[in-house]
Nanobody
Framework: QVQLVESGGGLVQAGGSLRLSCAAS????????MGWYRQVPGKQRELVAK???????NYADSVKGRFTISRDNANNTVYLQMDSLKPEDTAVYYC?????????????????WGQGTQVTVSS
């Protein structure tokens, strides 16, 4: 069974930093895209950053220059380094990955999501 497990959320003061991690598990053949989304109550989930298998990245305008996404392909893990945090970054952050796995004995695609981790930035 494919799973994404996140860690690293918490409470930080404005201007501080946090690092989120997300590890994928299962019989994984390939992970094309790994990314982070965030959601606040009453709003739609929005893309924060994503990274493709070969390292190309895409960021939301609101986090460019402050957040850095990276991945460790050998360990099926994606990271989000968040610097210069602002109160408006407060949200539940979700890991997302486009995974090809072999749990069923043949290749199966998954749009996998983590359980979410709370990030709170105080002013």
């Amino acid at each position: 069974q494919v799973q994404l497990v996140e860690s690293g959320g918490g409470l930080v003061q404005a201007g501080g930093s946090l690092r989120l991690s997300c590890a994928a598990s299962g019989i994984i053949l390939k992970i094309n895209m790994m990314g982070w989304y965030r959601q606040v109550p009453g709003k739609q989930r929005e893309l924060v950053a994503k990274i493709m298998e070969r390292g190309s990245t895409n960021y939301a305008d609101s986090v460019k220059g402050r957040f850095t996404i990276s991945r460790d392909n050998a360990n099926n893990t994606v990271y989000l380094q968040m610097d210069s945090l602002k109160p408006e970054d407060t949200a539940v952050y979700y890991c997302n990955a486009d995974i090809l796995s072999a749990e069923r004995g043949y290749a199966t695609g998954h749009d996998a999501w983590g359980q979410g981790t709370q990030v709170t930035v105080s002013s």
